[in-house]
């Protein structure tokens, strides 16, 4: 079983990115998937969701409008468009994977905003 997050990086305010999320070694079509962020000291935060069936879950409020979720269930991938980027959003990101018999994280991804 594998999870692993790319597309991290370094950008300046207002730049965008697009993480991604590549599964193995599971079914991940039955899998809902979600984006996590943790900033170093503070707890681990849910940033968007999406279900196995593609149906969108929420967003955090901090980026509704700038943030848009999705998956390819034949590629196994999610993926975290992250657009107008601000300062506070720098964290690692993480991918999850769940449903009631348990989840799978990946390794995380670093994501810098910064002038």
């Known amino acids: 079983v594998q999870l692993v997050e790319s597309g991290g990086g370094l950008v300046q305010p207002g730049e965008s990115l697009r993480l991604s999320c590549t599964a193995s070694?599971?079914?991940?079509?039955?899998?809902?998937m979600r984006w996590y962020r943790q900033i170093i000291g503070k707890e681990r935060e849910l940033v968007a969701e999406?279900?196995?069936?593609?149906?969108?879950?929420d967003y955090a409020d901090s980026v509704k409008g700038r943030f848009t979720i999705s998956r390819n269930n034949i590629r196994g991938a999610a993926y975290l468009q992250m657009n107008n980027l601000k300062p506070e959003d720098t964290a690692v990101y993480y991918c999850?994977?769940?449903?009631?018999?348990?989840?799978?994280w990946g390794q995380g991804t670093q994501v810098t905003v910064s002038s």
């Open positions: 999850n994977a769940r449903r009631q018999s348990g989840d799978y």
């Open positions: 070694g599971f079914p991940f079509y039955t899998y809902d």
């Open positions: 999406i279900l196995y069936s593609g149906d969108v879950g």
